[in-house]
């Protein structure tokens, strides 16, 4: 079947015998011709300008050609030209803002970010047969670029939620303003870029998950780039980075820390002697098994007023009495806390004597 006799025949539309057609064309023999190339003009496309796509080495004996959205899909069509009969067709996807000349240029007024995407010419030779497919990627930029720089107001960021997980519990790793057109998207275990770290990655075109060295079968990826982590153990806390890839193969890292906490055990307090004289220092040693604690310290049951004769080490784990009252004389504990947790140690007396 010709395109011709497909352009003229009557009861069916011209669009879908043309599809038809191409349909049937599956184990044809090309001949070598020059290399058919694309060109977008200008370059750099802003939303609401014009753009040209011109062909470049139009084969000749050629009988059409047609512009189609995408890079396989052959129902997307834009338009088609009829180089016998000089004519034009809208494709299902014509926007009414597209034109197609005789050279092959596909001229698309006012274009919209929705533009944005793979641009497939493909070129039907004189036995009515697909020729050659050659693929463009038009990138219609935001308005928002001013001055030949993003302006980007809303980087992509990661988000935890909730901010602090204990364990055995749940936690998403949001990604907020992903950018759009991208192509992959993975997810590393660590801070860094490493095969052997890689958990997940989604693959925006053929809609695809495929699992990583470093998936552990508890996260699960989202198409909107986020990460879900179940059933964590401690051993989750740390860097986790997003990779993602766009489809001009553009590369951007995004990284968050996440913190798994468990539960916290109960510290145990120790005073260096629990008869002291008046004058003399004492120092007090939280001990706590557990990392990344907070530490407060209580007296008489209350909030430790620390006065000018006290002081606190770098972690709060140690507190120093020096020139110690009779007023200091009570009892002390330590408390150690994180998010979602707190444990009190058992009570230290300190007695104060006079020299
Ligand atoms: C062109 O692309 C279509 C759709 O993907 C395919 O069926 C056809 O075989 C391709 N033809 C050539 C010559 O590459
Ligand atoms: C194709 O034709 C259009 C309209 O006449 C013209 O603007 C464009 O420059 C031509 N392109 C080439 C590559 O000749
Ligand atoms: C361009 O398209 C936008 C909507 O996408 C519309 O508001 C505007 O009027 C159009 N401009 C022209 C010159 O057609
Ligand atoms: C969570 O992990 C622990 C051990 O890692 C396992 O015993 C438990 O069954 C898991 N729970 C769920 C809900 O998967």
């Known amino acids: 079947m010709e395109v011709s006799s497909v352009l003229l025949c009557s009861g069916c539309s011209p669009w879908q015998g043309f599809l038809l057609t191409a349909s049937l064309l599956t184990s044809w023999l090309l001949p070598t011709t020059a290399q058919v190339t694309l060109e977008s003009s200008p370059p750099q496309v802003v939303e609401g300008e014009n753009v040209l796509l011109s062909v470049d080495n139009m084969p000749e004996n050629i009988i059409g050609f047609g512009w189609f959205k995408g890079e396989t899909d052959m129902n997307r069509g834009i338009a088609l030209y009829s180089l016998r009969y000089t004519i034009s067709l809208m494709g299902p996807v014509h926007s009414g803002r597209e034109t197609l000349y005789g050279n092959g240029s596909l001229w698309i007024k006012n274009v919209t970010q929705e533009d944005t995407g793979f641009y497939t010419f493909r070129i039907i030779n004189k036995h009515g047969k697909i020729q050659s497919n050659t693929t463009l990627f038009l990138h219609v930029k935001s308005s928002l670029f001013v001055c030949g720089h993003p302006f980007n107001p809303e980087q992509p960021t990661i988000e935890s939620v909730p901010v602090s997980v204990s364990e055995w519990g749940s936690v998403l790793l949001r990604v907020h303003h992903l950018p759009n057109y991208l192509r992959t998207l993975f997810w590393y275990r660590g801070a860094l870029v490493l095969n052997k770290l890689e958990i997940v990655r989604y693959r925006t075109f053929k809609d695809s998950y495929e699992l990583g060295p470093a998936h552990s079968g508890r996260e699960t ?36 820390y996440l913190q798994v906490n468990k539960p916290v055990t109960q510290p145990i307090l120790r005073v260096t ?17 557990n990392t990344g604690v907070s530490i407060r310290w209580l007296f008489k049951n209350q909030n430790l007023q620390v006065t000018e004769r006290m002081t606190l080490s770098p972690s709060n784990c140690q507190l120093r009495i020096h020139a110690v009252r009779k007023k200091d004389a009570g009892q002390y504990r330590c408390e150690v806390f994180n998010p979602i947790s707190s444990k009190t140690s058992l009570p230290v007396s300190l007695a104060v004597m006079n020299e």
């Open 221 to 256: 990826m989202f198409n909107t780039g986020s990460l879900l982590l179940q059933n964590v153990t401690w051993k989750d806390t740390g860097f986790y980075t997003l990779r993602t890839l766009s489809t001009e193969f553009n590369v951007e890292l995004i990284h968050i």
């Open 273 to 289: 002697e629990s008869i002291v004289t008046v004058q003399s220092s004492v120092v007090f040693t939280c001990l706590s098994d």
